[in-house]
């Protein structure tokens, strides 16, 4: 085996793997074990590396067109959604909408025009419609016709007062009707008198309506007819009456008010 030497201090080595580690330790810096591509200049490396520089590989080696590794067969033209020129774009960036005149104009940044029929919720504009109350003419959106249509909410009210009675209140429970019994005709006379014949929550009186506020029983007389311990009469205590006008009524039988404020009425508390 032919004896390897040190360049720098003629020392022999039996392996050129010793003359690399002696030359490293003793000299200071790596001999050089790879030979560039390029310029055929040696150089260390300690990875697989064909160019001695950034310079030389880039020399070497194309990235233009077809050479560049991410070449997708160049630009494609489509046209500008704006302006309706054809323009080119690189298909590895997003699909091209605007050219690029309009994008420094910043065109593409004026807002569509959604008024009126242009809206795609568009569905025909205002109908004339009339109240189910009075019979007057209004506009409405059609989003806002639904079922029953009332030009203010005293048409409301009024229609509400006339329809929710009865078997046709939304709380009307169908069982047969209950006989108030003797003494209830006396007693709801009284509660009016009382009561001054006006409603003990909103205060309306006989004149404003057109005619006596109805009586209320605070527990239904229903309760003390399947009640073992009283009597039907018992429910036509004065305690258990008070004055309301038909829209308060509504509330106190669809229980939207507490009955402790209608006891604290019927003793006079308010």
């Known amino acids: 085996m032919s004896p390897h030497g040190c360049p720098t201090c003629d020392r022999l080595f039996e392996t050129d793997h ?21 310029c055929g200049s040696e150089y260390y490396s300690e990875h697989e590396r064909k160019y001695c520089s950034e310079k030389c590989r ?13 070449y997708r067969g160049g630009k494609s033209t489509t046209t500008c959604d704006l302006c309706g020129d054809s323009f080119e774009f690189y298909p590895s960036e997003k699909e091209g909408c605007y050219c690029h005149a309009c994008v420094e104009s910043e065109s593409w940044q004026s807002p569509p025009s959604i008024s009126g029929s242009k809206n ?13 109350t009075c019979g007057s003419e209004m506009n409405r959106w059609p989003n806002e016709i639904n079922g ?12 509400l007062s006339e329809n929710f009675v009865g078997s046709d209140h939304p709380n009307w429970q169908e069982t047969q009707e209950i006989s108030y019994g003797s003494g209830w ?25 057109g005619q006596n506020p109805d009586i209320h029983h ?31 009524h509504r509330k106190a039988e669809g229980e939207e ?9 019927a003793r006079g508390e308010d």
């Open 218 to 248: 605070i527990t239904p007389v229903r309760w003390f007819v399947d009640s073992d311990l009283h009597a039907r009469s018992d429910a036509h205590s004065l305690e258990n009456l008070v004055s309301l006008c038909r829209a308060c």
């Open 120 to 132: 795609p919720h568009w569905n025909g504009g205002k109908q004339t419609v009339q109240c189910d």
């Open 18 to 38: 010793g003359v690399r580690v002696h030359h490293s330790k003793a000299h200071g810096w790596a001999l050089p074990n790879r030979e560039c591509a390029k």
């Open 148 to 159: 029953r249509t009332f030009c203010d909410g005293d048409c409301l009210s009024e229609w």
């Open 185 to 209: 005709e006396q007693a709801r006379e009284q509660a009016l008198e009382r009561d001054k014949h006006s409603c003990k929550i909103c205060g309306v009186s006989r004149s404003d309506i």
């Open 257 to 265: 008010m507490p009955k402790s404020i209608l006891q604290s009425l």
């Open 58 to 70: 880039s020399e070497a080696v194309s990235f233009k067109g077809t050479s560049n590794p991410n």
